[in-house]
């Protein structure tokens, strides 16, 4: 006997990958929603994770499979590092440790077949 009132679950895959480019370093990463929470894509219960071959330039790069509900909420995160303006020295006797950089996020909503397709405004 079949839940009919189940979701349907469809096939999402997903590459994140953090590469070099212009000496900065670029990242793209996803989230998955879970009841209130966000589990990153690779940790979520239904993601088999592969790690590609890295070309010049590519720090990493995977595919991520998942199982996931028709309208489940799918966060992407591009991450770009910020050029430094600081001298040497004024980069080790700075308070501020690390290096800035620039977050974009966008929601993505799960569809049939599997296609992500963005947010509709107004439902965050």
């Known amino acids: 006997m079949t839940d009919e009132s189940a979701p349907r679950r469809e096939r999402v895959v997903l590459f994140e990958e953090e590469v070099v480019v212009g000496g900065r ?45 028709a309208g489940t909420l799918v966060e992407r995160s591009d991450t770009e590092q910020l050029p430094e303006s600081r001298g040497a020295l004024e980069h080790l006797v700075s308070a501020r440790k690390g290096t800035r950089g620039r977050v974009r996020r966008t929601r993505l909503v799960v569809q049939s077949g599997g296609e992500l397709r963005p947010e509709p405004q107004g439902t965050k």
């Open 25 to 69: 370093t670029r990242r793209v990463s996803y989230r998955v929603r879970v009841n209130d929470g966000w589990v990153p894509a690779k940790r979520h219960e239904t993601a088999v994770a592969e790690l590609l071959s890295r070309g010049p330039g590519v720090v990493f790069r995977s595919r991520i499979e998942l199982s996931l509900a």
